[in-house]
């Protein structure tokens, strides 16, 4: 089925290990984005990317890693895992004509 | 800088009442507005959208939206809610186009239904 998902759905990791969420795309859209969700902050975007090989910082990029080798693929990697890291994390694909933006179900994560 | 006040934090209304959840915008140019809501472990899920001409737009489940362009306002209603509305709402602004900043959230509203 096309879509967004995401993996894994739910992880605990402890701080200082490298954390990697995974985001696949089936629309071929070419702007895709991660976001962060935490109670009282909302929706904050962490990072993006226009097209293979071109990504850029959103709002929260700090402690964060993104690649795009394949359009269809945008992992975040937290390179060094913190408490206040621990979110709902969202990837999402952008429609080039509305703007409207398709989201996957989010990835859980716990930092202890 | 584009951004989006959601006043109502929390709101609850009974079932079969009327809804209204307000969305301000700051944005320097015409915006493309949006209103998603988020079930509970879900992700966000489009309500409805408006990108130029008819101020009031229709979307899924029941829900309209009134563009005032005058107040910066982009009001979320229903007529009668139904238990199975209880979400997060979020209104978003854009540029539309598939702009590169994406979209700007507000913080959301928590609609509660009470029986």
């Known amino acids: 089925d096309a879509g967004i998902t995401q993996s894994p759905r739910y992880k605990i990791t402890e701080t200082g290990r490298q954390v990697t969420l995974m985001c696949h795309q089936t629309w071929s859209h070419s702007y895709m984005f991660w976001y962060r969700q935490d109670l009282g902050h909302g929706l904050r975007l962490i990072y993006y990317?226009?097209?293979?090989?071109?990504?850029d910082k959103g709002e929260v990029p700090d402690g964060y890693v993104v690649s795009r080798s394949k359009t269809e693929n945008f992992p975040l990697t937290l390179e060094s895992a913190t408490r206040s890291q621990t979110s709902v994390y969202f990837c999402?694909?952008?429609?080039?004509?509305?703007?409207?933006?398709?989201f996957g179900e989010g990835s859980r994560l716990t930092v202890l | 800088a584009q951004s989006v006040t959601q006043p109502d934090i929390h709101i609850t209304v009974s079932e079969g009442a009327s809804l209204e959840l307000r969305c301000n915008y700051s944005y320097g140019a015409t915006p493309y507005l949006f209103w998603y809501v988020q079930s509970p472990g879900q992700g966000l899920q489009l309500l409805l959208k408006?990108?130029?001409?008819?101020?009031l737009v229709q979307g899924i489940k029941g829900f309209e939206a009134e563009f005032k362009r005058s107040q910066s306002s982009f009001n979320l209603r229903k007529p009668s809610v139904h238990w199975s509305d209880a979400a997060e709402y979020f209104c978003a602004v854009g540029a539309g186009g598939g702009g590169a900043d994406g979209l700007t959230f507000g913080k959301g509203t928590h609609l509660i239904i009470q029986p």
């Open positions: 999402a694909s952008n429609s080039l004509r509305t703007g409207e933006l398709f």
């Open positions: 990317s226009a097209a293979a090989d071109i990504t």
């Open positions: 408006y990108f130029s001409g008819d101020t």
